[in-house]
Structure formats: C-alpha cells, structure tokens
C-alpha cells in the first residue's frame, strides 16, 4: 500500500512527500459570503406532446440502403391482402357530399375519436353520430353527457367527448364553424395532436404537411431499423427528415394498413412477409 501511495505521490505531487501532502479548502469568492452563496437546482423544461420535435435532433439524415426495397415490397403486399383501415379507416369516416365546412367537422371529430380505439370501433361510432347531422351546431347544442352516451365504445370516451365540445364552442366562436386551415392552429385545439393534425391537413384540405405517426407506423418504421425512437413525436421527426415528401401522403395509410394485416403487434406474419429475408426484425430470415 505504502509503495502504491509513493508512486501516486511521485506522480501528482513530485515536490512534496508523503506527509506533506493535504485537501486543499475550497477556495471561496473574496466577494460573497458563506451565508450569500445559493446553490439553485437545475430547472426542468416543460415540453409539449403536442409539438413536433425538431428535425435538429434527428442522429441520422439517410434511411438504410434497401429502404426503397422494402418500401415497394409493402405497396405490392398492401396490394394483394386488405386491410380494415381501406374499408373503415379515416378516409371512409366523413361524410364528402355536404357542405364542406361539415364534411371537414366530420373529418376533425372522427380523427377525435380514433386515438387508442380501432378502425372498426370508429367507424360504427361516426355511422351513429352521423344519423343526428354531426356539425359544429349540433355537437355545441347538445349536453356532454349526451355526447359521451353517443361515442361511448370509443377509448377514453369521457375526455374525448369533453374536447369535442370545447372545440365545437371554439369553431363556431372563432373561425365561423369552419376547421383551421393550418397545422399550427389544428393543433392548439384541445384533444388534437400531430398526427390528428396532419391527418385532418390531408384528408380535410388535401395538403400535405408531414407523415402522421400512429403505433403502426412507430413500431414498424423501428423494426425496420428506419428510425430508433421512443416516441411517435419523434418517429415523425425522423422520418420527416429522411423519407422523400413524394411518399409523405401515402406513408401513414400504407403502414397502418401493413401492420393490420402483416406486421402485426404480436405475432407478426413474417412467414408471409415479401421482405422476411432483408427485414433486420423477420424471424423468418434465417429460414431461408
């Protein structure tokens, strides 16, 4: 041990022996006093789930080499086998050959209903709530209980009939019954996030303003070793800046209806998958 401590101490304090060596003090601020100096606790930042994450944090700006391969073969695959969301998915839940203003109401409140509820369960619930002419004025006229009553096979039915309600209120007391026509304001509505957001962009006023991230398209696009995210918020940042715009509008139904019928939460059908053998997730790929 003695020999140990010699050798250190000939390392770091080669003008002092063994015994001469002590724990400096602190040196204090000739300007503050004992009793003046505070030490603060880091602040933490509030962040918001409802704003998307900045394209600066994305790691990685390229997709993997084969992407396009595997791209192409889930457009043949979607092709041949159906999938719930081309039947009953969001583009099927307005109502298209009304007034405009309903028919983008109806888009924005069944995008409302659709988190953490199926395709099927949406559906059958705007079917139902259609047959009492779904508008601003009659969701703002009716009570919120008769509102949940209405949509209560939907997740989460109780909030989600309270943020249809504040934003019927909003709508027809600031942007005369009509929907916003920008992400940012979409957004700022309660209950409506970036994906809603993008999606109603799309199918309510056919642009074009990101790739909506639902669970299919975050747990698939990290299979694929697309994107390594913990966060749909974050998958879109990725993928945003990394997918070419020109498949922007078709990535969110094109995966959503892959991960109904293909590359399933449990039980993926990788058997039955054209991209079994290049998929770095497949558990078929050393079969071959």
Known sequence: MTDRLTRNRSKYWPDKTLH?????EPKMDSKLSEDEIVISKPKKLK?????????????SIELPPNW??????????????????????CSHWADKNIDPKVSRFQVLVSLMLSSQTR?????????????NGLSVEYIDNISTS??????????FYRRKAAFIKKTANTLKEVYDGDIPSTLEELIKLPGVGPKMANLTMQEAWN?????AVDTHVHRITNRLKWVKTKTPEQTQAELEAKVPREHWRDFNHLL?????????????????????????????????
């Open 207 to 211: 642009k074009v303003t990101g790739i």
């Open 20 to 24: 001469e060596i002590k724990l400096e």
């Open 68 to 89: 396009k391969v595997i791209y192409d073969n889930i457009v043949q695959m979607r092709k041949e086998t159906p999938a719930v969301v081309d039947t009953m998915g």
């Open 47 to 59: 962040t918001s789930s409802k704003l998307p994450v900045s394209t600066k944090a994305v790691k």
């Open 119 to 131: 395709d099927e369960v949406t559906y059958a619930t705007m079917v139902e709530l259609k047959k």
């Open 146 to 155: 008769e509102l949940e009553a209405m949509i209560n096979k939907v997740g």
């Open 256 to 288: 959503v209806g892959f991960g109904q019928s293909i590359c399933r939460p449990v039980k993926p059908k990788c058997s039955e998958c054209l991209n079994c053998t290049i998929c770095p997730s497949s558990t078929n790929k050393y079969l071959f």
